[in-house]
């Protein structure tokens, strides 16, 4: 521990480890990394001769990783509780994309902006996001915010396609590893009912020239599965493995229905998965078969999906809904346990979205952690916190995150984010947009 530079030390606090088990320990953080987790011995980091070392104390408190939402819509948030209760695409034509289409710059940010608190309020340090146009105006979000963001501009096929790709690619330029790296880019194509194969195609070439990843939505309902096979006689991986873009690194939301020939793609191609239990759920779309997968080595992580079918940004509570959807759609017990849901939300969200070094509380991974005060009464008696956080606890719990070694919340005062003055804003935009006045 001598001659080690220290920024912040975590003190006394309970830590999950990668292996699942809990260790009462310091963090050290350093250039924002995790510089070393254990007990700070000899008093050297802490007998006054570093300036402006920070020290939280951890007593009572539950270090985790980071919750990570591996696929959501962050502006949806203008269009929380909207439209609830609707068919897929019902939802979509008749209430989401005509108040979509009405987006302005100023919208994309405000939503975003509301997005990012509610996610810092809940644990979450980073986000997969796919949305339409300004998405420019999302990373400026991401900056302000501290959040880890991994951006995607929404692409339809039609209509102006080419231009919506156009943007995507001016996305990836202007922003891909900006904010100290805690930006990436994907290059985002809708899905396969918006997204005919020529485009594409088009899309697959323009992200393989700049080295850029896919986000896109597959599989997410029967209607999907069924327009397909009646449009190109075959089911949606296979169509859009004929394209090339699943050759790019993959991160695919939904996944609902899948068959053998499906699995297989996604195996041979290393695609990973976001599952989205709550929107799957609220939208009758099905039950992922998510112990399959992951029995078959598959990478799976949890989304939200976006607030208007979900309807709120809280992957703790996608945490605990993918171990109970599981148990009771396997009739066991133990297809998902408690540390493996909480593991799908951390660690396997990282890999989903190609981040290195992050979702493990570990020596040289990012310092990216979320603690938890575990002093309320549903954290007693305090037998397994981990099942107790997976089970029993909400986001309430949540005190203090960090994000890259920067506290972006502290004893659930937010730190980078002015949240009255986001709410004013918010609610002044879904005015204008809606004609609902609040």
């Known amino acids: 521990m001598d001659n080690i530079k220290n920024e912040m030390i975590i003190k006394n606090v309970s830590v999950l480890r990668h292996n699942g088990e809990l260790q009462d320990a310091d963090i050290v953080i350093e250039d924002g990394k995790i510089g070393f987790v254990g007990r700070v011995v000899g008093g050297n980091v802490l007998d006054g001769h570093i300036k402006d070392l920070k020290i939280i104390d951890g007593k009572g408190k539950l270090a985790i990783p980071g919750l990570v ?41 405000c939503g975003a902006a509301l997005a990012a608190v509610e996610m810092i309020r809940t644990g979450t340090t980073a986000f997969a996001d796919m949305y339409g146009p300004y998405m420019d105006e999302v990373a400026k979000v991401v900056e302000e915010s501290g959040l880890r963001g991994v951006l995607s501009r929404g692409l339809i096929g039609v209509a102006d396609g080419y231009k919506k790709l156009a943007e995507n690619v001016e996305l990836f330029k202007n922003f891909h590893n900006k904010a100290d790296g805690r930006i990436k880019v994907m290059f985002g194509p809708h899905a396969i009912y918006t997204c005919p194969p020529d485009y594409l195609k088009k899309v697959s070439e323009a992200a393989t020239e700049l080295g850029a990843e896919i986000h896109i939505h597959m599989n997410e309902t029967i209607d999907e599965i069924n327009g397909c096979l009646k449009d190109y006689g075959k089911r949606p991986f296979e ?29 041979e191609k290393n695609i990973r998965v976001a599952h989205n239990p709550g929107s799957n759920m609220k939208l009758a779309s099905g039950i992922a078969p998510i112990t399959k997968l992951i029995n078959e080595g598959v990478i799976v992580a949890l989304g939200t999906d976006g607030a208007s079918s979900n309807n709120n940004l809280d992957m703790l509570e996608e945490v605990k809904l993918a171990a109970l959807l599981h148990k009771v759609d396997t009739l066991d017990p133990l297809a998902i346990p408690a540390a493996e849901a909480l593991r799908l939300g951390t660690d396997n969200g990282a890999k989903a979205l190609g981040l290195e070094k992050v979702g493990r509380i570990e020596k040289d991974y990012k310092a990216d952690i979320v603690l938890y005060d575990m002093k309320g009464v549903e954290w007693q008696p305090r037998y397994n916190p981990i099942s107790l956080l997976v089970y029993s606890a909400n986001s309430n719990s949540v005190d203090t995150v960090i994000v890259d070694g920067k506290i972006l919340m502290e004893k659930r005062e937010l730190k980078t984010l002015d949240e009255e003055k ?10 204008r947009l809606t004609g609902y006045y609040i």
């Open 422 to 431: 986001i709410i004013f804003n918010f609610n002044k935009c879904f005015n």
């Open 239 to 267: 169509v859009v493995n004929e394209t090339g873009l699943f050759d790019l690194g993959t991160l695919a939301a939904h996944c609902v229905h899948l068959s053998e020939e499906e699995v297989n793609i996604i195996k």
């Open 69 to 109: 939402n591996a696929h959501t819509h962050a502006s949806m948030t203008l269009l929380r509780s909207f439209a609830d209760d609707k068919k897929l695409m019902d939802w979509l034509q008749e209430d989401i994309w005509p108040i979509e289409a009405k987006m302005k710059r100023e919208d994309i940010y």
